[in-house]
């Protein structure tokens, strides 16, 4: 084995942020070593040509960005344009596809008008609004939070008191969502546009008491206090590449197809590369893995992940996946990506395609449904009809596609099916529940459409249509997110218990193992979750609060 020099930090896996970590650091002075196993960086964040001899470059894993912080784009100097969406969601009536809701964030009185046509009792829009008015209330007082060292619960609710978000902290953050939302709202169609933002990614019901849901609706509404998502132009491997290129401009080394084996005591990382063997140490590792990945790499055991989602030491520490199960949560998703010649034809003539497609398309996602699927899922079969929402990266950003794809009229479609968890899926039923999901996926989405959909998929020079789905399995497989839950396991507040020790950066910054030389800086850390950077910047600045930097970038 051969021996390499040491360096200030070494980041395990050179995911987005990995980069960011390596960027931060890098620009104080540190020698950074960034080690990714597969052959480019950028992790699950990137932009891929998925189809062969097809020039459309799809955001394969990730589509949409909300909770990438200006202050990270600032500090780092990335160069990377984020455009809104006008509308904000469009959502047909599953009992009558010839009516639709219609969220145009342009057009107030439009949007009014469509939630009475969906049969939404008097009042519903205004209740509708004033509900995510208070969501918001909560949210841009908790968002300057999130790259700050953690607050204590009671701190925390104490900023939602000041302001004015007394009532949003009972209903986000005490009590199931499910509780609010249903009280508020009187439609089923209305209820489920807003419980799916509880849903993405997480197997979980509106009711749930250990919060789950909850947790994962305040993350998709924190998002620069606004809950915006938007559109990276360029696809998604535009931003890794931005972080990327910061990283190597501060000095960074970036080793792709590196594939670190163990993470050993005293900050000593194990990779292959080149075929050989190699060990490098470090004052600091970083690791931008799944916790449950870092605690293989630390030869520790599994958590159970059926014993509950608490797992923080005594200490106040996370021991990764092995001392914190929620670590362990399943993925709860099917991912499907095509290339279509066109928009579809809608069952539903009064809005245009070009309007339906250009927000998040919900189909079978009523309250009901959503309910129903859960059980459905939950008892181990496929949920008929499958909940699904439809991004078209393509409307808002055409520059994915060739100017001859453009100039076809060619749009792609990335679905992201709900309910679907990871233990419907192994080994051994893998490629035939792949072919059932994407079928189940296709099959909801026609029950909307005014012609197939198979009937508009391009197709590669072979003649193979242009689609592919991906499973839990397929996804943990290919970026290597344990049981292909997209944020690396279950969610945390991005706050801490009252009587949590905050007594060194690390646990101040929530990044904190129980080594205390290893750092999570991935989405496992407390505010990790979606393309955010956020454990990567609170990871660097709990190693820059511990060393001061070398010099200024």
Not at 153 to 170: F, I, K, T, Y
Not at 177 to 189: C, T, V, Y
Not at 353 to 359: D, L, Q, S, V, Y
Request: hydrophobic content about 40%; charged content about 20%.
């Amino acid at each position: 084995m051969s021996s390499n020099k040491e360096f200030d930090a070494i980041i395990v896996g050179g995911g987005h942020n990995g980069l960011a970590a390596a960027a931060y650091l890098a620009k104080a002075g540190r020698e950074v070593l960034v080690l990714e196993k597969l052959e480019h960086a950028g992790g699950a964040a990137v932009s891929a040509h998925a189809f062969d001899g097809v020039e459309a470059r799809l955001s394969r894993y990730s589509y949409l960005v909300s909770l990438l912080p200006q202050q990270i784009i600032d500090d780092l100097g990335l160069r990377i344009t984020l455009a809104r969406r006008r509308y904000s969601s469009y959502t047909p009536d599953p009992a009558d596809g010839s009516r639709a809701l219609l969220v145009d964030n342009g057009d107030e009185a439009a949007t009014a008008a469509s939630f009475a046509a969906v049969g939404a009792p008097d009042g519903e829009f205004l209740a509708f609004s004033a509900f995510y008015a208070a969501c918001r209330q909560l949210t841009e007082a908790l968002w300057p939070t999130m790259t700050s060292p953690l607050l204590p619960r009671s701190e925390a609710r104490s900023l939602a008191a000041r302001a004015g978000a007394a009532d949003a902290w009972e209903a986000m953050i005490e009590h199931p969502i499910g509780h609010a939302i249903s009280k508020e709202l009187g439609s089923d169609l209305v209820r489920g546009v807003v419980l799916t933002d509880a849903l993405i990614g997480t197997f979980a019901r509106a009711g749930d008491e250990d919060l789950q849901q909850n947790i994962c609706f305040l993350y998709h509404l924190i998002g620069g206090g606004t809950g915006d998502w938007d559109v990276p132009v360029g696809g998604m491997g535009a931003v890794s590449g931005e972080l990327e290129r910061a990283a190597t401009d501060a000095g960074a080394t970036i080793l792709t197809s590196a594939d670190v084996t163990a993470v050993r005591p005293g900050g000593v990382v194990d990779y292959r590369h080149g075929g050989q063997h190699h060990s490098s140490s470090a004052r600091w590792v970083l690791s931008n893995v799944a916790p449950a990945v870092l605690d293989r790499l630390r030869s520790r055991p599994a958590a159970d992940p059926t014993s509950g989602a608490g797992g923080i030491s005594a200490s106040g520490i996370s021991a990764g996946a092995a001392g914190n199960p929620n670590h362990r949560r399943e993925g709860a998703q099917v991912k499907v990506n095509l290339l279509l010649k066109r928009l579809p034809r809608l069952l539903d003539g009064s809005v245009s395609p070009e309007a339906a497609f250009g927000g998040t398309f919900h189909i079978n996602e009523t309250w009901s449904q959503l309910d129903a699927a859960y059980s459905t899922a939950a008892a181990g079969s496929v949920p008929s009809p499958l909940p699904c929402e439809i991004y078209c990266h393509s409307l808002t950003d055409p520059s994915i596609l060739s100017p001859e794809l453009q100039a076809a009229g060619a749009q792609t479609l990335t679905v992201f099916g709900l309910h679907v968890p990871d233990r419907l899926v192994t080994t051994e039923n893998n490629e035939d529940r792949r072919a059932e999901l994407q079928a189940a996926v296709l099959a909801s989405l026609n029950s909307v459409l005014a012609e197939p959909i198979e009937d508009l998929l391009l197709t590669d020079p072979d003649g193979r249509p242009c689609i592919e789905t991906k499973t839990t399995l397929d996804i943990e497989r290919a970026v290597g997110m344990p049981r292909g839950n997209i944020f690396h396991g279950g969610l945390d507040w991005p706050f801490v218990e009252d009587g949590e020790p905050l007594d060194t950066p690390a646990r101040r910054w929530g990044v904190a193992t129980d080594d205390p030389q290893v750092l999570l800086c991935g989405s496992g850390a407390r505010r990790g979750g979606a393309v955010s950077a956020i454990g990567g910047h609170n990871a660097a600045m709990a190693v820059l609060e511990s060393e001061p930097p070398l010099r200024n970038g």
